[in-house]
């Protein structure tokens, strides 16, 4: 089973960094890849980032490339997104996810509860 816990959003200004941060309890294996997606208001959910367990594969929502980096720590069992240059449109929820296959390809069989960002102009 795999819980996944969020942390690290709030509200900050257009321009701002934010880093979020997602626990990870894995007790099954095959959970290979692990990252994120955001709901913003009136929006659907979409694909944010991913990155599998070596860390060699990552992929990024065009939206965010180059100014969002996702990580991870095996030892720690966490992952984070780094967020910088943050702009209106980043307000979402934000959901740290993990599946064994890519995040992109499929609807993530474990999710997080959450964490709000919100970006003002």
């Known amino acids: 089973q795999v819980q996944l816990v969020e942390s690290g959003g709030g509200l900050v200004q257009a321009g701002d960094s934010l880093r979020l941060s997602c626990a990870a309890s894995?007790?099954?294996?095959?959970?290979?890849?692990m990252g994120w997606f955001r709901q913003g208001p009136g929006k659907e959910r979409e694909f944010v980032a991913d990155?599998?367990?070596?860390?060699?594969?990552?992929a990024y929502a065009d939206s965010v490339k180059g100014r969002f980096t996702i990580s991870r720590d095996n030892a720690k069992n966490k992952v984070w997104l780094q967020m910088n240059s943050l702009k209106p449109e980043d307000t979402a929820v934000y959901y740290c996810?993990?599946?064994?296959?890519?995040?992109?390809?499929?609807?993530?069989?474990?999710w997080g509860q959450g964490t709000q960002v919100t970006v003002s102009s």
């Open positions: 996810a993990a599946d064994r296959l890519r995040l992109l390809s499929t609807t993530p069989d474990y």
């Open positions: 894995i007790r099954s294996v095959g959970a290979n890849f």
């Open positions: 990155i599998n367990w070596s860390g060699a594969y990552t």
